[in-house]
């Protein structure tokens, strides 16, 4: 099983920026991988950024431009960095990792309890 847990979130002005993390841990044998998900009140949750292992990374195209997704794969973390924050971007930003228990086992997906992101003046 793989626990995240997300960290970063908070109240900034519309321009800003904040950075996200979000840290891996559990029994797994790999994780192949690593991504955001926001939901704001009343929508459903929706991808922000995702980032594969040696794959194309998928931004929304709302984001692009102004969001960056990196990974550090020796610590399992994941960040998202959020510049020129706009009060649409408002919303409980989930981390979320595909990964194996075992290699060339299924695939299963974990995700995080959320962070509040509030963009707001």
């Known amino acids: 099983q793989v626990q995240l847990v997300e960290s970063g979130g908070g109240l900034v002005q519309p321009g800003g920026s904040l950075s996200l993390s979000c840290a891996a841990s559990g029994t797994f044998s790999s994780i192949n991988a690593m991504g955001w998900y926001r939901q704001a009140p009343g929508k459903e949750r929706e991808l922000v950024a995702r980032m594969p292992d040696g794959g194309n990374i998928n931004y929304q195209d709302s984001v692009k431009g102004r969001f960056t997704i990196s990974r550090d794969n020796a610590k399992n973390m994941v960040y998202l960095q959020m510049n020129s924050l706009k009060p649409e971007d408002t919303a409980i930003y989930f981390c979320?990792?595909?990964?194996?228990?075992?290699?060339?086992?299924?695939?299963?997906?974990?995700w995080g309890q959320g962070t509040q992101v509030i963009v707001s003046s």
């Open positions: 979320n990792a595909d990964w194996k228990r075992s290699a060339g086992g299924p695939n299963f997906r974990s």
